[in-house]
């Protein structure tokens, strides 16, 4: 097979019931070549038996497929196991419970072929939250670092960078065990990378899942989260910019609040309040935290036209 320009690499823990369904709208891609590596990450289920299985039935002249484990825990691991393997000169990262439209990966290498190529393409999804709703969750090319903290614009199914840059940026963090993918995405943007965006129509639908690694909700497990703004923070040097981790925590309070853990969300806005000596961005903190916690949703966006 000849070199493919990109690489999918996908890890997968205890999906045994749901890969193939993944796996089949990766086979289905009209994009050749394509390489793919899988990254069984500790699957207690027979996830590894499903892979080999897939690969065995899937692979042919254009598509490569690699699967191998990872057992040190967590995606980041098994995403940066699969990193070390590729050679192509991008790569695209997946989730193993998600759905790619037939031409996305074609869409993604028309996008890196453009002139000037970008170092970045992303694009828009699509979300199908645990009720059912149906909503789009945007890619903006502009004011990347805002979009990338409040929006989760960097989420690991929403573009595909340059390998090297992503070797650059430090690949993905072990130790972050949430929004991994916010934090790498974060540490990739500081390197001034060039980027575009992707227009159409979402051909990647996320679907949530009641059994999300990651969990449904946030006061469950607030170092998780916590932790990986703190690591954001470290790296930016503006006020501006750090003015926005405070503004995430005071959003991330909120969440805390709305889900009762009162305690919780009231020691976080407390951390936030006592490193703001501005009274206005005080207000500001207060006013994310109360409407977040409210129930409100866009608490971001609303306070947009102050940061």
Not at 13 to 23: C, D, G, K, P, Q
Not at 269 to 296: D, H, I, K, S
């Amino acid at each position: 097979m000849s070199d493919p320009m990109i690489t999918l690499v996908i890890p997968v823990h205890n999906r045994a019931a749901i890969v193939e369904r993944t796996l089949q709208s990766v086979e289905c891609q009209t994009a050749r070549p394509l390489r793919v590596i899988l990254v069984d990450n500790n699957s207690t289920d027979n996830t590894l038996q499903v892979l080999r299985r897939w690969k065995a039935a899937a692979e042919a002249p254009g598509l490569e497929i690699t699967v191998i484990t990872e057992h040190t825990p967590g995606a980041a691991a098994a995403r940066n196991a699969g990193l070390r393997l590729v050679s192509s000169e991008f790569v695209m990262f997946f989730d193993s419970d998600d759905i790619m439209h037939p031409t996305h990966v074609e869409r993604a290498l028309k996008a890196v072929g453009s002139t000037p190529p970008p170092d970045i393409a992303g694009w828009d999804v699509s979300i199908t939250d645990l009720s059912g709703h149906r909503f789009t969750k945007p890619f903006d090319s502009r004011d990347c670092l805002w979009h990338c903290i409040m929006h989760g614009m960097m989420g690991t199914q929403r573009y595909v960078a340059r390998t090297r840059l992503v070797r650059r940026a430090g690949e993905w963090n072990p130790a972050m065990t949430g929004w991994d993918d916010i934090e790498l995405g974060l540490r990739m943007l500081l390197l001034n990378p060039r980027i575009t965006k992707v227009k159409g129509t979402p051909t990647v639908d996320i679907i949530q899942q009641t059994e999300s690694i990651t969990g449904l909700d946030f006061s469950s497990s607030p170092a998780k989260w916590e932790n990986a703004l703190d690591e954001m923070e470290s790296r930016l040097t503006s006020r501006r910019h750090r003015r926005y981790i405070a503004l995430r925590r005071a959003l991330l309070a909120g969440d805390y609040r709305r889900e009762h853990a009162h305690d919780e969300s009231n020691r976080l806005l407390n951390r936030v309040l006592g490193n703001e000596r501005c009274p206005f961005y005080r207000a500001l903190y207060r006013l994310a935290r109360a409407y977040t916690g409210a129930g409100g949703r866009g608490g971001a966006r609303l306070l947009r036209p102050f940061f």
